[in-house]
């Protein structure tokens, strides 16, 4: 039985190996046109074809190496209401973790061939309905790679503990120990640096609040120079990542602020982010990374799939106090908080 939360690493860490290897194996059998094929219309997202490897993969994994000695809820999006209660004969007041998963984050350019996807989990004590994204005292993320691709990164927290990683060759089977490290940056001046836009709707107003943001912290652009740069990496994951692993610097996500302005104009809001988006961010935290909602605050959103999430994420202290007072500033002038 899993009476600790370490106890569940393993088995966690098993399933994102088969869940990687099953993708990557059906990416190489399939065409494009195959993977990106409208599978489901969910009411939070797309289900595309390639996400239906995961899923099935997912619950079996639970229910034949967990749930059978300790009752999970598990949350995921295309279960249906969002959750089960793993076995299915166990109430989920008696079940003993929470556990959130996004089988395939980043979607959108895995089945265009375009860029890695993570898997993403995190466990969190079983509070019922309450239970939140503050609550996660496990998190573990794995890179489904590209097909042309060899490395596959790894990386998982424990609540306290500190970071772990690990870069697997699939051509050899070998793992290597994997050290990460949040950018020392004193700033985004010649770093990377963007609020996320990968969607049409309110792109303007996200572009606006980014420049805005770039010219209090680095001043006017340079006529032949380049401040800052951007990655607009359409993953939740992968930015985190790219964050843990010093690559980006400063990363937001505001996209649920805008629903109000856009109804307004007789818009919808479209896609956001969600819990299980950024169900791993402990371990950004774990690795010093700052990660907080719009006012500052630490990430608390339910567990659920339906959930909106705003964040943003700073490499560093140095980093938070260049970008947050400005970042704040923007948002209270266009009235999102």
């Known amino acids: ?49 390639v996400d239906r490897i995961s899923e099935a993969l997912l619950i079996d994994f639970f229910s034949r190496e967990i749930a059978g000695s300790t009752p999970v809820v598990l949350i995921a999006e295309g279960l249906e209401g969002g959750q089960i ?5 166990a109430p989920a007041s008696e079940a003993k973790w929470r556990v959130i998963v996004d089988p395939i984050d980043g979607t959108r350019g895995l089945m265009y061939q375009k860029r890695s996807a993570w898997i993403l989990t995190g466990v969190a004590p079983n509070l019922g309905p309450d239970t939140n994204l503050s609550h996660i005292q496990l998190a573990v993320q794995t890179e489904i790679p590209l097909i042309k691709q060899h490395l596959s990164d790894s990386v998982w927290a424990v609540a306290g503990q500190g970071v772990q990683a690990e870069r697997f060759n699939r051509l050899t089977g070998e793992k290597q120990p994997l050290a990460l490290r949040a950018s020392q940056a004193a700033t985004i001046a010649h770093g990377y640096a963007m609020i996320s836009r990968f969607f049409p709707g309110a792109r303007e107003m996200l572009a606006a609040i980014d420049e805005e943001i770039v010219r209090g912290a680095l001043g006017p652009v340079q006529r032949g120079k380049a401040h800052c740069f951007e990655d607009q990496y359409i993953c939740s994951g992968g930015q985190l990542y790219e964050l843990m692993s010093g690559k980006d610097r400063f990363v937001a996500d505001l996209r649920p602020l805008l629903e109000k302005s856009l109804a307004e104009r007789g818009l919808a809001l479209g896609i956001c982010c969600h819990p299980y988006d950024v169900c791993t961010e402990l371990i950004a935290r774990e690795l010093g990374v700052i990660i907080t909602d719009e006012q500052g605050r630490p990430l608390a959103a339910p567990l659920t799939v339906e959930a909106e999430v705003s964040w943003a994420g700073y490499a560093n202290a140095a980093i938070r106090q260049q970008i947050e007072p400005l970042l704040q500033h923007a948002l209270r002038k266009r009235g999102l908080i």
């Not at 009476?3 to 994102?16: A, V």
């Not at 059998?29 to 595309?48: F, K, P, V």
């Open 85 to 89: 209660t793993l076995p299915a004969s």
């Open 1 to 49: 039985m899993a009476h600790l939360i370490e106890d569940l690493l393993t088995p966690i860490r098993t399933l994102h190996e088969q869940i990687r290897d099953a993708v990557v194996t059906a990416c190489e059998a399939a065409s494009i046109d195959d993977m990106a094929r409208i599978a489901q219309e969910a009411e939070g997202d797309t289900i595309y074809a």
